[in-house]
């Protein structure tokens, strides 16, 4: 049974920085994708990031391209979302996903057969 559990949440002013992290664990990862979605109060859960596990290969919406990047520590069976130059639209809970690769649609929470308890990130202006 795969388990995720993120931490790294927290509060920031604009322009500051946040590391998630999700760590993983309960089967080996290699034909999986790891995705990191949010959702802001009265919107819907919104795809922010994903990686392909064996292969590293990385996804972004386009409002966090070249301010959020998405990686994945093999060894330590963890995921990062490193946010730089945060602004106050970042503000959701953010949540820790993974889907087996011959579930296509990466962007679609849908598509994701396991999920962590999530973290908050508060962005001030």
């Known amino acids: 049974q795969v388990q995720l559990v993120e931490s790294g949440g927290g509060l920031v002013q604009a322009g500051g920085s946040l590391r998630l992290s999700c760590a993983a664990s309960?089967?080996?990862?290699?034909?999986?994708?790891m995705g990191w979605f949010r959702q802001a109060p009265g919107k819907e859960r919104e795809f922010v990031a994903s990686?392909?596990?064996?292969?590293?290969?990385?996804y972004y919406t386009d409002s966090v391209k070249g301010r959020f990047t998405i990686s994945r520590d093999t060894a330590m069976n963890t995921v990062y979302l490193q946010m730089n130059s945060l602004k106050p639209e970042d503000t959701a809970f953010y949540s820790c996903a993974a889907k087996p690769n011959y579930i296509l649609l990466l962007r679609d929470p849908k598509s994701y057969t396991s999920w962590g308890q999530g973290t908050q990130v508060t962005v001030s202006s």
């Open positions: 309960g089967r080996t990862f290699n034909t999986y994708t």
């Open positions: 990686v392909v596990w064996n292969v590293g290969s990385t």
